[in-house]
């Protein structure tokens, strides 16, 4: 890769159930729609309480290809052609060939079925075919039982807890489990991705 090309290209990503768009200021009022429910933000690092509060999320968000640290997507459902989440690629570090998948949420109309592990599945192809990527990494509140459940569903290995990592919106303190799947284990995730999603129902 020549040092004045980005790593992270914004590549539109297309699966049966799910296509990812790279986020423009344009999506903020679709996303503002499907996003003004308290629930969905109980483990966010932040909170989405008013349409200037996804305006600003968007802004910040759209700095980060401009120092290759990150790329945002929206979740889009195929069948329904509606923005149903967002999810992104973030602390980037090319050099070294790392990425970390996070920053995902998705509309309770469209959890459980396939656009979660569809939209999982396309970014790992991507990093690990495209960019070349040697390792994809996670990290959840540790706390969110949830999350850790569905993030090891996906194959991943859990690596250990940082504690005091990040200060909640509340002002709690907040540890950090970090799980990964690194290049050699990717052709068995990819599999294992492939069998879930047979399971999985296509549309919610």
């Keep these: 890769m020549n040092s004045s090309e980005s790593w992270l290209q914004p590549r539109i990503h297309v699966g049966e159930s799910v ?96 656009v979660n592990t569809e939209a999982k599945l396309l970014l790992l192809r991507d990093a690990f075919g495209q960019l070349g990527a040697k390792r994809v990494e996670w990290k959840t509140d540790s706390a969110n039982a949830r999350s850790r459940a569905a993030i090891a569903r996906l194959g991943a290995t859990e690596e250990g807890t940082l504690r005091n990592h990040m200060i909640r919106p509340d002002g709690t303190m907040r540890h950090s489990t970090y799980f990964s799947v690194i290049r050699e284990e990717w052709p068995g995730v990819e599999q294992r991705l492939q069998r879930l999603l047979a399971g999985r129902p296509a549309r919610a």
């Design 19 to 114: 296509r990812l768009e790279p986020l423009v200021l344009d999506h903020v009022d679709a996303i503002w729609a499907v996003a003004d429910f308290d629930d969905l933000w109980t483990w966010m690092p932040y909170r989405m309480t008013c349409r200037d509060d996804v305006a600003e999320m968007v802004a910040q968000a759209l700095e980060w290809p401009a120092t290759d640290w990150g790329q945002a997507f929206v979740q889009v459902a195929v069948d329904a052609e509606k923005v149903c989440g967002m999810t992104c690629y973030l602390n980037a570090d090319a050099a070294n060939r790392r990425v970390e998948i996070g920053g995902t949420w998705i509309t309770s109309a469209f959890q459980r079925t396939r």
